[in-house]
């Protein structure tokens, strides 16, 4: 039996939501840009 996520688990407070969000869009930004520089190869 899998765990929940965190955010499921319990509620999160407004700076963490908004860290999560700001960590997985930095990462999908970062992931673009190298998708972005391999597809330019």
């Keep these: 039996m899998r765990s929940p996520p965190a955010h499921a688990r319990r ?3 407004p700076g963490s939501a908004a ?3 700001a960590t997985g ?5 970062r992931r673009a840009r ?3 520089a391999c ?3």
Excluded: E, F
């Design 34 to 36: 190298l998708r972005r």
């Design 11 to 13: 509620p999160a407070a």
């Design 39 to 41: 597809d330019r190869h």
């Design 25 to 29: 869009s930095r990462a999908a930004t």
């Design 19 to 21: 860290l999560a969000i």
